[in-house]
């Protein structure tokens, strides 16, 4: 390169130099927010010039009005009663969601399962340690199929006692409203955090992808273990984590976990662990890492073999009782170990 080439083409870069500064300098920063819902702790982070947690919170609120059964007003507890409720446009929107998810695996996930789940104790009734018999009466309540959904939004149930529990998709769903509420606002780079069920776009602060720990199962009542199995780096998708290692009990030496198997009216006894999903929306991933845990790794595979739109992660034990992992083809290209 000449000289002259040289002097004519310096101011020019001087001035990119300056101008792209000058731009990083104006970009918006990045906004914390956190608080309680559902029962569990939210954290989401955004980049934004103003602070958005009055309108997050009030998108979470309309979820909670919608589908919380712990909510004595929201529209499932009327549907559950039975009293004159129709079902607005989030509840519709679950349910179907639910209803496909179910009829995908075989009615291993299942959100009338709620009789059993609060018989086992792990609902939001409770109840004693339930005996054969009253599994068995319960299980003529438990049947996606059996409740009906018109067009008039109104529930129709097979029997009046049967009732719908949402909560292994609810958080999910939270997350993906929160998520929309920011695309309308073109907020471009997110993190949503929802008692570990998540939906990342963009990058962080760093500029880099998002990256979440997955921590290994081990039996964790108090949630104070962080011992990491793997960290992903993930951008636009979303993300749940279903486990038996923190939500169980043990009755005469032995462990009841939540996963209640709609099927067969018992907790689960397969050998994974930790289901984790990747899918296109939180409420997706949510609902299947639930049905993995009660369909078993082999089950598990399967559906995800029929479904590559979906990216699995599981922890499992082997017959020696050490832990193995599994991963889908798909999601190893978010693996960072």
């Known amino acids: ?54 309108e997050i919170e009030k998108e979470l ?36 969601l639910a209803k496909t998810i179910s009829n995908e695996t075989g009615k291993a996930y299942d959100v009338t399962v709620a009789p059993l789940v609060n018989a086992w104790g792990f609902g939001f009734k409770h109840s004693q340690f339930p005996d054969s018999l009253t599994i068995d009466s319960l299980r003529q309540f438990v049947s996606i199929d059996k409740i009906q959904l018109n067009a008039e939004g109104e529930v129709v149930k097979a029997d009046p006692r049967m009732m719908l529990d949402f909560s292994s998709i609810a ?28 939906v990342l776009k963009g990058q962080n602060s760093k500029m880099e992808p998002w990256r979440i720990g997955i921590n290994k199962p081990i039996d964790d009542s108090l949630s104070v273990n962080q011992e990491l199995q793997t960290v992903l780096e993930i951008t636009n998708a979303g993300m749940a984590t279903s486990g038996n290692y923190r939500n169980f009990y043990y009755k005469d030496g032995k462990k009841y976990a939540h996963t209640i198997d709609p099927r067969t009216g018992y907790p689960v006894q397969h050998n994974i662990l930790s289901s984790t999903v990747i899918a296109k929306d939180c409420a997706t991933a949510d609902a299947y890492a639930t049905a993995f845990m009660v369909l078993g790794l082999d089950s598990a595979k399967a559906i995800c073999s029929a479904h590559p739109e979906l990216d699995a992660y599981f922890i499992y034990s082997d017959k020696d009782g050490k832990l193995q992992t599994y991963s889908t083809e798909g999601m190893k290209k978010y693996m960072r170990n």
């Open 171 to 198: 958080k999910g769903f939270g997350v993906d409203c929160v998520a929309r509420l920011f695309d309308r606002k073109g907020i471009r780079n997110y993190m949503i955090d929802i008692g570990g069920e998540l």
């Open 61 to 96: 609120q309309k979820v909670d009005n919608s589908l919380s059964p712990f909510n004595k007003q929201s529209v499932i507890t009327h549907i559950n009663h039975n009293t004159d409720m129709r079902a607005d446009s989030l509840f519709a929107y679950v349910f179907n």
């Open 1 to 54: 390169m000449n000289k002259n080439n040289l002097k004519w083409q310096l101011p020019f870069l001087v001035l990119l130099i300056v101008g792209t500064v000058l731009i990083l300098r104006k970009q918006s920063p990045y906004q914390t927010d956190q608080g309680l819902v559902f029962g569990t702790v939210y954290k989401i982070t955004y980049q934004s010039s103003e602070n958005l947690k009055a």
